[in-house]
T-cell receptor
Framework: EADIYQTPRYLVIGTGKKITLECSQT?????MYWYQQDPGMELHLIHY???????EKGDLSSESTVSRIRTEHFPLTLESARPSHTSQYLC??????????????FGEGSWLTVV | DAKTTQPPSMDCAEGRAANLPCNHS???????VYWYRQIHSQGPQYIIH?????ETNEMASLIITEDRKSSTLILPHATLRDTAVYYC???????????WGLGTSLAVNP
């Protein structure tokens, strides 16, 4: 069982609202990730963190921002949501370093609908 | 990371073995083969990984060919709860560069 948690699971909000998707892990993992996935489509990396105070953009351009102030917490924020942001957002983490550290553990995902 | 090729969909009868193939003909010597699965509306779940030798755990077995150009994930006694999308990924350790693809959608039928 992976100890990584996302809230909310489902969210419907109006255009222009600010939202924050929360992600926490209790495994002490250094590396954390945010993926975006539309139904039936591939997972795309949108943000990545090597550790505290380290964040990078992923391969898929995203208007969201992230922060990593504590090891266990990696929230994602949309300052002004638009219908094009409607998607599933998946948070993940890995230990990093060595073979066993490459296994990625995912949260259950946050389904965002912007109306 | 090496590109992998999987069939888009497969069917399996409940209780039978499900054999999911994956081609990774350009895999390099330091790349491992990982398998994950994603049940509808949930995050992907790690299943198993290997380098050269066959591997087995409580969920599945992984058979890698001697030339490492292909592998097969085996679910020995598939249940309805094994219905999911299965991803085969080859990579050398930089998770930032993973290519997930569309995987194989496995339907286990009663």
């Amino acid at each position: 069982e992976a100890d990584i948690y996302q809230t909310p699971r489902y969210l419907v909000i109006g255009t222009g609202k600010k939202i924050t998707l929360e992600c926490s892990q209790t495994m002490g993992h250094d590396k954390m990730y945010w993926y975006q996935q539309d139904p039936g489509m591939e997972l795309h990396l949108i943000h990545y963190s090597y550790g505290v105070n380290s964040t990078e953009k992923g391969d898929l351009s995203s208007e969201s921002t992230v922060s990593r102030i504590r090891t266990e917490h990696f929230p994602l924020t949309l300052e002004s949501a638009r219908p094009s942001h409607t998607s599933q957002y998946l948070c993940a983490s890995s230990l990093g370093g060595g073979l066993s550290g490459n296994t990625i553990y995912f949260g259950e995902g946050s389904w965002l609908t912007v109306v | 990371d090496a590109k992998t090729t999987q069939p888009p969909s497969m069917d399996c009868a409940e209780g039978r073995a499900a054999n999911l193939p994956c081609n990774h003909s350009t895999i390099s010597g330091n790349e491992y083969v990982y398998w994950y699965r994603q049940i509808h509306s949930q995050g992907p779940q790690y299943i198993i990984h290997g380098l050269k030798n066959n591997e087995t755990n409580e969920m599945a077995s992984l058979i890698i060919t001697e030339d490492r150009k292909s592998s097969t994930l085996i679910l020995p006694h598939a249940t309805l709860r094994d219905t999911a999308v299965y991803y085969c990924i080859a990579h050398a350790g930089n998770n930032r560069k993973l290519i997930w693809g569309l995987g194989t959608s496995l339907a286990v039928n009663p």
